[in-house]
């Protein structure tokens, strides 16, 4: 019984223990290989600019431009 | 229109810096003070013993010899300024009153401190701190730079008296140049005005560049002359025109803008009249130094200044000048490279037109201009715009 | 047979000298035989993979630097703000969403090479500054109007907006009040370096409203991302200043216009070591605190100042430790680019938790270098100082200079401002020093005020035993071309080996990167006759790279 439970312990831990040493080894693919900075140049940066491309923006130069009182 | 009296001479003297009335103070014995800015005070500069000229590099080409110390990517009035150094046209100038006031003139005055450029064994170049602000703390810092920069200085290089009642005096001889210089620029106002922008402009410049207690006689008889004209029975002009922007020491510059069709009226500019021209107020009791280093910050309209209120006023007091002198419409020159009035010009171009209803023509110039084929087409279309929307405004009627 | 997708025959294997992979494996390669420019792919500044760096610093990078900081961001997004913030910041600014989520390569490529002691301080350094602007976007972000639906919250009503060149320290009074927050460092200015991409959007737009392309286009980008309607609306006034030059004055009168709102000017005067202005600066200063009590209704207060600047002095002593290891031992771990942006980053922002946490870290890295006598960069052939403003799109310059050619940048000209301590005896002797602290911004003490500053030069050679100037040539900048013949008739007078780098700070579409390796590599080719360390660096493409 005892036996059982601890296997079943180590049952856990190890596959905890695999699955952190997957994610670490998936994660270290990704920095090898430079996964990230090829999803955010070919997939993320296109994306965005076209998302700023289309937005709507103010018309800045038809701010106001009264007079102001002095504050020094 | 007949020919104004003294301006074939005028025109005369502003060929070189060293003119004949520079040349004849000289001899007199006063002391050349030379400066760029109006910053530097002009009075003070003419304190008894000694004259200011302010600089100008005319008859300039190609300054090549600046140009390998400046580059080709500043300001060509700088570089004209140092090339003309280089070359000994202002070997006559016994001081260089100094202001960095703008980076390229400042660089300019540097290297003459750097660089031994002035032949003369006296000479020496003093730069004096101008704040950017028109607050009682910037009037009493600058007032606090003069002394100890230009009074101090002059007194210590040159035993110039300046006692406040020496600088009473320089201030007298300098509003009367302005009282004088005022009055022929009120012409400009008529509504045929009697004085082009080319001769009121060669007017205005011989006023800055030569000893005022030689030209002064010359003025006043010119403004004599001028009370007597009639102006043209047909004018050569179809609209007229404000001249703001930053240096321009060109009166040939004024005279392309005016064969293309529109008189010059106002001259808001670096070495122009307005606000330049304004007399020395002194209030009571106030040190006659106080009212220069007052009336120096209050009265300039340089894009340097800072303030919120101060930045905003600018562009009411351009429009102000042009609705003062009856203009159709404002040219906002700049001088290719400088930095402050590429802003100035931005904002003046959108905001005048939007807010004051001014048609506004933006151009970029050099010191010597050679573009004049394109400036020519900007200014010709410029005035048709204004002519189109006259013709609009009044129905189809011109 | 195929190994890697290289040919690879029999004879090869066995003339393999496994001993030399081994090693090459578990310590990586001799600096002479990294090929790091064929990392590289096409034009585009992304690897093939990650530079094999051996086995404690590949995995020092991946762990201690990579997967740190990649965690980290998450912490500090959390830690300053929210994440929905965060996103809705990243969804409406392209300097944010476009920009800072490339912040690893930035780590890349500024610590392209590095090793040992000298990777783990450079990458201290870019964790300070990665998390300081963490900490600046989720506050903009939290006060930002504009994400908000137009509602003015607390953090708006108690933030302040300040130019860049404007220094944190000036805030310090109020500092347990309300906040500043530098209206351009981080929408513009940090975007340069981490993505030079985002800026030219701003230069463009500039433009588009009739400025010329000849200003600096530093202001120009400064105020475009106005034009844009690209800044986050996050505090209800502003003070300006008028540093550095021309073009800063001016872009004030833009942003101006288009801010809207109370403006405080407090300029600091040209002349600045003519004793007679201070007295004027220190009552500009005193009125942008009063401009705060009338504007916010706080109240200045001494002992928050006291405790900051005190605060802040540890940072400048700990910088001067520094400079004196880097003047006079080999031993010095930070690489040019590190030192070059985190220091005009934490002396222009003003003490904050971070710039004490990473100086801890270096410090005990730094004692170790000098304790154990370890040589950083031992390829290093010149000790270089870079002179006048550096490129922004390109800082990382003296990290390829390095690895391409042994040229260590040991010292720049913007890491020497700001060398004033700060007294707190009295009132009277904090002002002054205020005054001073601020007349020695980034970009100004040596570039106005006399030409005697700039050509400072001479003794900062002599003091931090240089044999190389790398001579920025910003184009636009008027002030440095002003005096461009000056430092040529010096350079021969001195017999100085000085290499003129003309970029336009953050336009690299002006003088692009590889014009300027170009530039160097000519030098040391033709006037020095070396040969580059690494022969893959001398020419390569990144012009589409971040």
Redesign the interface.
């Known amino acids: 019984m005892k036996k059982a439970i601890l296997k079943s312990i180590f049952k856990v831990i190890g596959k905890i223990f695999g699955i952190f040493a997957l994610v670490y080894g998936a994660l270290f693919a990704v920095f090898f290989f430079d996964l990230d900075g090829k999803f955010l140049y070919y997939v993320w940066e296109p994306m965005m600019v076209k998302r700023y491309d289309k937005m709507e923006r103010t018309d800045m130069t038809q701010t106001p431009y009264g007079a102001k009182e002095p504050v020094s | 229109m007949r020919d104004l009296l003294h301006l074939i001479e005028y025109e005369d003297l502003l060929q070189e810096a060293n003119n004949k009335l520079v040349r004849q103070a000289k001899d007199e014995g006063l002391r050349a003070l030379g400066y760029t800015c109006y910053f530097m005070p002009e009075a003070l500069l003419n304190l008894p013993g000694c004259f200011s000229v302010r600089l100008r590099a005319p008859r300039s080409t190609s300054p090549d010899m600046a140009t390998y110390y400046m580059s080709n990517r500043t300001c060509m009035f700088g570089r004209c300024l140092l090339e003309r150094a280089l070359e000994g046209g202002f070997n006559f100038l016994d001081a260089q009153m100094a202001t960095e006031t703008c980076t390229v003139t400042c660089r300019f005055q540097e290297h003459l401190q750097m660089m031994d450029v002035i032949k003369n064994p006296d000479f020496f170049c003093e730069f004096t701190d101008v704040p950017f602000k028109k607050n009682e703390n910037s009037i009493a810092h600058f007032e606090q730079q003069l002394q100890a920069h230009v009074l101090d200085k002059l007194s210590e290089h040159f035993g110039i008296d300046t006692s406040d009642e020496a600088i009473l005096k320089a201030i007298e001889q300098h509003n009367e140049v302005c009282r004088v210089v005022n009055e022929i620029g009120e012409f400009r106002k008529l509504d045929v005005p009697t004085i082009t922008g080319f001769e009121f402009q060669l007017i205005q410049l011989v006023s800055l560049v030569c000893p005022k207690h030689l030209i002064l006689p010359m003025l006043k008889e010119t403004l004599e002359d001028l009370k007597k004209r009639e102006p043209d029975v047909k004018p050569t002009w179809r609209v007229k025109v404000v001249l703001a922007g930053s240096e321009n020491d060109d009166p040939y510059f004024v005279k392309l803008i005016e064969e293309c069709g529109a008189l010059v009226v106002a001259d808001r500019h670096c070495y122009g009249s307005l606000p330049g021209r304004d007399p020395i107020v002194i209030e009571e009791g106030e040190k006659p130094l106080h009212a220069i280093a007052r009336h120096c910050l209050q009265t300039s309209m340089c894009p340097r200044f800072m303030e919120q209120h101060v930045m905003r006023e600018r562009k009411e007091y351009l429009a102000k000048i042009a609705k003062d002198y009856k203009a159709d419409g404002i040219i906002i020159e700049q001088m290719k490279f400088c930095e402050y009035w590429s802003y100035e010009r931005t904002i003046d171009t959108i905001i005048l037109p939007r807010d004051y209803g001014f048609p506004v023509c933006s151009i970029e110039k050099e010191y010597v201009n050679n573009a004049v084929g394109q400036l020519r087409t900007r200014f010709q279309a410029f005035i048709e715009s204004i002519e189109i929307k006259k013709i609009q405004a009044g129905g189809g009627q011109a | 047979m195929k190994l890697f997708g290289k040919e690879v025959n029999k004879d090869t294997l066995k003339d393999t000298d496994w001993k030399k992979v081994a090693s090459d494996f578990w310590y990586g390669k001799p600096h002479e035989e990294r090929r790091l420019g064929d990392l590289y792919i096409g034009n ?1 500044g ?5 530079e094999w760096r051996g086995v404690k610093d590949t995995m020092y990078y ?1 762990n201690n630097i ?2 740190y900081n990649y965690g980290h961001m998450i912490t500090d997004i959390m830690k300053y703000g929210n994440m929905v913030d965060f996103i809705k910041g990243t ?1 409406r600014y ?1 300097w944010m ?2 920009t800072y ?2 912040v ?2 930035w780590f ?1 490529r500024g610590l392209e090479g590095l090793r040992g002691e000298a990777l783990a301080a450079s990458a201290w350094h870019y964790r300070g500054m990665v998390s300081e602007t963490i900490r600046q976007f989720q506050r903009m972000f939290a006060a930002d109007k504009k994400l908000h639906g137009g509602k003015e919250n607390e953090l708006w009503k108690n933030s302040i907006a300040h130019n860049e060149t404007v220094s944190g320290v000036i805030f310090f009074p109020f500092r347990d009040q309300m906040d500043d927050v530098a209206l351009e460092m981080i929408p513009y200015f940090v975007t340069c370096h981490v993505n030079n ?1 985002t800026v030219l ?1 701003y230069i463009d737009a500039a433009q588009s ?4 392309a ?3 286009p530093m ?1 120009q980008a400064e105020y475009g991302i ?5 800044y986050p609306d996050y505090a209800p006034t502003m003070i ?1 200043s ?1 540093e550095a ?3 800063s ?6 942003q ?3 801010l ?1 709102r ?4 407090m ?1 600091q ?3 600045y070591d ?1 004793p ?2 201070q ?2 600066c220190a ?2 200063i005193e ?1 942008a605190w009063k ?1 705060i009590e ?2 916010y209704g706080y109240k200045f207060n001494w002992e928050k100042y006291k405790e900051l600047a005190e605060k802040h002095n540890k940072l400048t002593e700990f910088e001067y430790e520094k400079w004196d290891v880097a003047a006079n031992t080999p031993y010095y771990p930070i690489n040019g680019v590190a030192q070059a942006l985190y220091r005009i980053y934490y002396s222009q922002d003003g003490w904050r938790p971070i710039w004490e946490e990473v100086d801890g870290h270096v410090k005990k890295i730094l004692d170790r270098c000098v304790g154990k006598k370890i040589e950083t960069f031992p390829k290093t052939r010149h000790r270089a100082i870079a002179w006048s403003c550096a490129p922004l799109y390109y800082s990382n310059w003296c990290t390829w200079a390095y690895n391409c050619w042994g040229i260590n940048t040991v010292i720049n000209m913007d890491s020497l401002m700001f060398d004033q301590l700060l007294r707190t005896d009295t009132y009277e002797h904090a002002l002054e020093d205020l005054t001073w602290y601020n007349e020695k911004a980034p970009m100004r003490a040596m570039a ?4 005697e500053h700039i050509f400072q030069l001479w003794q900062y050679m002599e003091r931090f035993n240089c044999d190389m100037v790398i001579m920025y040539d910003q ?2 900048c ?2 440095m ?6 430092f ?1 008739d010096e350079f021969r007078a001195r017999d100085i080996h000085a290499i003129w780098v003309p970029h336009a700070l953050p336009d690299k579409r002006v003088v692009p990167r590889a014009e300027i390796r170009k530039i160097i590599s000519d030098y040391m080719t033709t006037v020095m006759h070396e040969e580059p360390l690494d022969p893959t660096l001398v020419d390569f493409d990144d012009s589409e790279s ?1």
């Open positions: 585009t992304l690897y093939k993979h990650r991946f990579w997967l969804m392209r969403g476009q989520l490339t690893m390569h890349d991409h959007n409203i009739g400025l010329p000849d200003p600096c202001c106005f034009v844009l309607d690209d300006t008028n030059c021309d073009g004055v001016a872009t004030s009168v833009l101006d216009w288009f809207n109370p403006l405080y000017a300029p005067p040209m002349r003519d007679l202005v007295k004027h009552e500009e009125g401009f009338d504007q106005v005020g006399g030409h184009l636009a008027k002030g071309q002003g005096i461009h013949g000056m040529e971040w």
